[in-house]
Every structure is written in C-alpha cells, then in structure tokens.
C-alpha cells in the first residue's frame, strides 16, 4: 500500500490514539498467567498486538473479543500453558515474540516461533541467551534468527543476568522465566528501561524488587507465584501519540488535545526532549490507571530550537527517534541525537533510513557512529518516494513530514502501519492533515 502525504497548515481537534502497544501486549501474556478471569480495555487492536492474541489462544488462553478494545481472558496459571499443535507466527512483533519466549522458557516442552520477512531478520541472541542459561534449550538460524525452536523446563534456574543494553524486551523475557524459577531471578542493566512488566507484575501478586546500584539499574523477581487476574486498563500510546504531536507542534497555530495518554517516566523522553526545544505542552487531569501514570496532553505549535539529546535518554524514547528526527528538521540548528546504535536493529535500520530518508526530501543531514545530526530548519523540502522497507514509524514518520514540508511525500509499504496505529491516516485527516492511499 502506498500512501500520499500533501502539505498541510494547523491542525486541530481532540482526540485519542490506540492504547499503548507494549501494554496490551503485556496484557494478554499476563491474563493468560493469571488464575481466573481478567478483563481488558482500550487494547490496541493492530496486527502485532492480534499476533499475540492469536499465539495465546494456541498455548490454551481463552480470549473472547467483547467490543471495540475490550476484552476478557481466562488464564491458565504461571506454569499451565498448553503445547501448541502448529508454528506460532508472531508476524511483525518484536515484542510479542521476545516476551513470549521468557514464558515459553518455563513450560516442559517445545514450541516453534517465526514471524514475517522483517521479524525473521531481527537478532534474538539476547534473548535466547539468559534463557538458555537458566536451563532451557533454544535452536535457531544463524545469528540467533527466526524461526526457532524452544525447549522449555518446568525447574529452570534462577539466575543473575547483566544485559548488555537497556532493553525493555530482555528484562522482561527474563522475569517471566524467572516466574518459573524457585527463588530470586535478577537483571542488571546499565539504564533502567520501560518498567510495564515490572509494574504489572506487582499488581498481579508478584514480589518485584528495583533500583539503582553501583552497576547499573536492579529488578528482581521471587519465582513460583499465583498470579491475581485483573482488571487491565490500557492507556494511549505515547509513542504513537508522538506522530501528530509533532504534526501539531510544526504546523503553524496548531491547538490539539491528546487524551489518556502514558506518562510514565521511562518513556516521556520525547516530551523532555521537546519541552527543551521550546515545545509548549502541557499535561492535564494527570491520573493513575491500572498503576500506569495517565494524562492528557495539550499541544501549542510554535517555533523550535535544536538541542543536543543525550545518549542516556535512549531508552525513555527509542522508538520516537525517528519522529524526533523530523521535528529536528524544522528546528533552528543541529540537533545531535546520541548513542542511537540500537535503533540499527529495530524493525529496520532505522538510523540509516531515517538519513537516507531525509536527505533525500533535501534535510541537512548526517550520522556520525551511533549518532544522528539534523539541521534546520529546512527551507523547502522536495517531492520524494519513501520506501519504509515494512517499518511503520518510519512510514508514519515520512507521513508526516509530507504534511509539514512544502512537496508531498509518497510511502511505500505502508500497511505497516497497521501493525501498531490502525486508522492513522483518518485520526490525522481529522486534524486537518491531508493523507490518502495512491497507486496500486
């Protein structure tokens, strides 16, 4: 699918995005732990997130659909999953089959896992190793690809392991092996990433524990709970909010209203980011819900300043870079994005397609290692052909610098975006964006 992005001028309006991506995956993985019954609501309903629905309904969950983002699931129990008669296809998410693994770990027997031509080409070495060294046994493709096989033991080992980045998905595929260990599985990571599974987790019954050390951030997990069923309420996705926050941010006398969005700390990087930049936002009816911080965001576009984003932020933003990256076009100056060598191993090279991208619309733009310079603000950017190579930010991210810039942009592969962001074109057109599908 190809989609067409024109220039636009203000955007307005009051809206809300899909629920958060990483939270509704987690959602559906941890109801099918529990004991009992819990509901679900505002569950992102994208492609990725289904994958994982799909994937617990074949290890033995029952899932019923309710309505629009509303949900019910029946768990099996920490260690009461069930061997899955064929491949379990995970499609484009990372996440889904990441954290699906940490589980799988823990169960007597062998589970196949493969995804779509990006997934397969995404590293799980990281991931297969702690598991393996608690005692489970993982066959892959070279370079630790997809598809694999996972043999899993009902007495895994508790062990202590030192990720070599601030990974969300290997912390968290840890600590749900570490469900299935007798005793005390921890993880040291130099940073502390997104911290969902730490805090549903606690909700649900387990004993967590973290917090900083002289080497590096802690999370520890006791082995061999019962998980409480809940009642699990997804809030907005922040980092799908981004999109037409910096949409609004650029365009001129924009005024919009972002409701229920997640603030928690470990992943408001971007708004950190932009507040330095000179972006005024403004948090409103600042709440809790199911122990995720929520807010509503309002967004005044105006001028913007380039800055210098330092590579210990990372992790509180990593998948809003490229987005970041368009908003540094329409800054005064270089913004110089730091330390971005995990982006290399996303969905795409995002690094390098972002640059690619972006000097191809006529930004000022270079990496440097691991680093990412932008240069603005641009005078005038140029009609360009985008090819997102199967990743939706990137798509969305081109999207909209079509709209921002003065030459409409064209994307292909962009029914990406439905992995993570169903109904993006209509949510911008609402705002006043101007997005419609082109060519076969």
């Not at 559906?28 to 819990?38: D, I, P, Q």
């Not at 823990?106 to 060294?133: C, K, N, V, W, Y």
């Not at 993880?187 to 997104?194: D, F, M, W, Y």
């Not at 800054?331 to 110089?336: E, I, K, L, P």
């Amino acid at each position: 699918m190809q989609l067409r992005a024109a220039p636009h001028g203000a955007l307005a309006g009051d809206v809300r995005v899909p629920g958060d991506k990483s939270i509704s995956h987690r959602s559906l993985m941890l109801a099918g732990l529990a004991v009992g019954e819990s509901r679900i609501e505002g569950l992102l309903e994208g492609a990725d997130v289904m994958a994982t629905a799909d994937a617990m309904r074949q290890l033995g969950v029952g899932l019923e659909r309710l309505g629009p983002g509303s949900w019910r699931a029946l768990g099996c129990g920490v260690a009461g999953l069930a061997e899955p008669e064929s491949v379990l296809d995970l499609g484009n998410a990372g996440t889904g089959v990441r954290l699906l693994m940490g589980i799988l770990a823990g169960h007597g027997f062998t589970s196949f896992l493969s995804g779509d031509a990006s997934l397969r080409r995404r590293p799980m070495r990281r991931i297969a190793e702690p598991l393996q060294a608690m005692g489970a046994e993982v066959l892959a493709r070279s370079g630790g690809r997809l598809p694999l096989a996972l043999t899993g033991r009902v007495d895994l080992v508790p062990i202590t392991w030192r990720s070599p980045v601030a990974s969300a998905q290997i912390k968290s595929a840890v600590l749900l092996a570490g469900l299935h260990a007798p005793g005390r599985t921890t993880v040291i990571e130099p940073l502390a990433s997104r911290d969902h599974s730490e805090r549903m987790l606690r909700a649900m019954g387990a004993k967590v524990e973290s917090g900083a050390s002289a080497e590096g951030w802690v999370v520890e997990i006791d082995g061999e709970p019962e998980l409480a069923p809940q009642a699990f309420e997804v809030p907005a996705d922040p980092s799908s909010a981004a999109f037409p926050l910096v949409a609004a941010l650029v365009a001129g006398d924009s005024a919009l209203t972002l409701r229920g969005i997640s603030v928690n700390p470990l992943r408001t990087g971007l708004l950190t980011t932009l507040r330095e930049m000179g972006a005024d936002l403004t948090l409103a009816n600042e709440r809790e819900a199911a122990g995720e911080p929520v807010a509503d965001l309002l967004v005044q576009g105006g001028a913007l300043e380039a800055v210098d984003v330092p590579a210990e932020r990372a992790p509180s933003m990593i998948d809003e870079y490229p987005i970041l990256a368009v908003a540094a076009a329409f800054a005064r100056g270089t913004t110089r994005m730091r330390g971005l060598g995990e982006l290399r191993v996303k969905e795409s090279d995002r690094l390098a397609l972002m640059a690619e991208g972006l000097e191809a619309c006529g930004i000022e733009v270079a990496i440097e290692g691991d680093d990412l310079l932008v240069t603005g603000p641009v005078g005038a950017t140029g009609a360009a052909t985008i090819d997102a190579h199967h990743d939706h930010r990137i798509a969305m991210s081109f999207l909209v610098l079509g709209g921002l810039g003065a030459a409409p942009i064209t994307v292909q592969g962009a029914e990406t975006i439905l992995t993570s962001f169903p109904g993006f074109a209509d949510l911008m057109n609402g705002l006043g964006a101007s997005i419609e599908e082109v060519g076969p």
